[in-house]
């Protein structure tokens, strides 16, 4: 009924930038927090940023100052512009939501946490 779609990974050189957006699908009435989380090969994975509806953001110390997370409410669309990128930011990112309220499909209003997307590749390599 929810759905997480992500797009905008790719390769880049160390230096370059990359926008992610993810898209929740669904008959949804709000969301209340969206995010982004990284997992590197052979590593645990980890937030990187996180926003809820009402505009406050979280960020993982790593990416402070080089990452941007904005939210288009209206669009159930998260995106996260990353600049200043190193090859230590390859990974693996995940779009995660959470609190989400929506209509079933049976016609009732139904609420779910924790939804992932698959994941986008990001690969930052000279």
């Known amino acids: 009924q929810v759905q997480l779609v992500e797009s905008g990974g790719g390769l880049v050189t160390p230096g370059g930038s990359l926008r992610l957006s993810c898209a929740a699908s669904?008959?949804?009435?709000?969301?209340?927090?969206m995010g982004w989380y990284r997992q590197a090969p052979g590593r645990q994975r980890e937030l990187v940023a996180s926003?809820?509806?009402?505009?406050?953001?979280d960020y993982a110390d790593f990416v402070k100052g080089r990452f941007t997370i904005s939210r288009d409410n209206a669009k159930n669309t998260v995106y996260l512009q990353m600049n200043s990128l190193k090859p230590e930011d390859t990974a693996v990112y995940y779009c995660?939501?959470?609190?989400?309220?929506?209509?079933?499909?049976?016609?009732?209003?139904?609420?779910?946490?924790?939804?992932w997307g698959k994941g986008t590749l990001v690969t930052v390599s000279s």
């Open positions: 995660n939501a959470d609190g989400i309220r929506y209509l079933g499909d049976d016609g009732a209003v139904g609420y779910g946490m924790d939804y």
């Open positions: 669904g008959s949804i009435f709000r969301i209340y927090a």
């Open positions: 926003m809820k509806s009402g505009g406050s953001t």
